[in-house]
């Protein structure tokens, strides 16, 4: 039996079949008193394209053959943010925060050296052997990731964004926040890491960052997770070697989320904390309650029908839904601030949420 939660059944069938038809907005606007009419405003002229994203300037690094940075112990925001336009995040965790001890990294990857290029590896017991002939050892992803996004929570080795050709170009005017150059922008780089079961794939069990200059911009991204046999096969990777003891510390369990879950136990207090701090919604969260089973079915008697004449099953409460492995959406419909709205929210782990989509529709009782 297919599934129809709550929130879609009152946008659908309880406003959907009221008369007169109600006006419809995707405006985060606050709308006006219940009741009253409504004068569709002027369409305003079309807005100029936004200029392409560049990188904020970062203060030069000069390279010299040897060089290795150090970082001190502290925290890695590690993964990505619910939402971020291509995230995987059936196998990159939810954007967090752990805890790493000191490193040091080789500014550039192996040899090491601005004037050579960078030595490729086919499989990661040969780059793993390169480093400890120089008394060091292979870096771990973390450390990878780490020294791309630096004390915050870049998505870029450059910050906001990344302007690849010209890194490609010249890798050392791209420096991450930690002064690391080239990681993984002309070539992907083996790591000492080992992939959960969740991202292994046959014998691709090495985890794997950065990508090659055909890559798909994605792939560049401090928190892209990629792998390979760690035995070989296909193009050869790039690597950089790492000092100091290894962290230790396993990449976050990225977990199984049920495909529904119902929200019963939020109350429409927190609710209204919830979309008072998510900017799209906060017009409307003063006064916000959450529709329940009433509306419901009040709802189906709007449209002439009755549960038993449904071909889905209806949830009484605000839900969460796992679209995909690892991604979790919280759906919530109710009314305030002088519309009904249905409005879908990314949480994260420290408990705020973001907008992910909504839909309002004025004038209409629930």
Request: glycine letters at 10%; aromatic letters at 6%; one cysteine or more.
């Amino acid at each position: 039996m297919r599934r129809l939660r709550l929130a879609i059944a009152i946008a659908l069938l309880g406003i959907g079949c009221a008369d007169p038809a109600p006006s419809v907005s995707s405006s985060v606007d606050a709308g006006p008193a219940r009741g009253a009419p409504v004068t569709p405003p002027a369409a305003p002229p079309p807005a100029p394209p936004p200029p392409p994203a560049r990188p904020s300037p970062r203060a030069a690094v000069t390279a010299r053959a040897g060089d290795v940075v150090s970082i001190e112990a502290g925290t890695l925001h590690v993964g990505s943010r619910p939402g971020l336009p291509h995230r995987r995040p059936s196998v990159e965790a939810d954007l967090s925060p752990i805890e790493l001890p000191a490193f040091d990294i080789d500014r550039l990857p192996y040899p090491n050296d601005p004037a050579a290029p960078a030595q490729l590896a086919a499989t990661r017991a040969e780059a793993a052997q390169l480093c400890e002939a120089r008394g060091r050892r292979l870096c771990d992803e973390l450390e990878w990731e780490r020294a791309c996004r630096g004390d915050g929570t870049d998505e870029w080795p450059t910050g906001a964004a990344i302007d690849l050709a010209a890194c490609v170009a010249d890798p050392v005017s791209c420096p991450s926040s930690t002064g690391v150059l080239d990681l993984g922008v002309r070539a992907p780089e083996w790591t000492a890491s080992d992939a959960d079961a969740r991202l292994a794939r046959l014998e691709r069990t090495a985890v794997v960052r950065g990508g090659r200059p055909d890559s798909s911009p994605a792939s560049h991204r401090c928190g892209a997770r990629h792998v390979k046999n760690p035995a070989g096969g296909g193009r050869a990777l790039a690597f950089r070697c790492c000092g100091g003891e290894a962290p230790g510390v396993a990449y976050p369990d990225v977990g199984v989320r049920r495909m529904w879950r119902d929200l019963e136990d939020v109350s429409d207090a927190r609710w209204r904390e919830i979309l008072g701090a998510v900017p799209e919604l906060a017009p409307y969260a003063s006064d916000f309650s959450a529709y329940g089973e009433t509306a419901a079915l009040r709802a189906l008697a709007r449209g002439g029908a009755s549960e038993s004449d449904m071909q889905w099953e209806l949830t009484r409460h605000p839900f969460a839904w796992s679209p995909s492995t690892g991604e979790e959406v919280w759906i919530v419909s109710g009314a305030g601030g002088g519309v009904s709205l249905l409005a879908a929210l990314y949480p994260h782990p420290d408990g705020s949420f973001s907008h992910a989509a909504s839909f309002l529709v004025r004038e209409e009782e629930p």
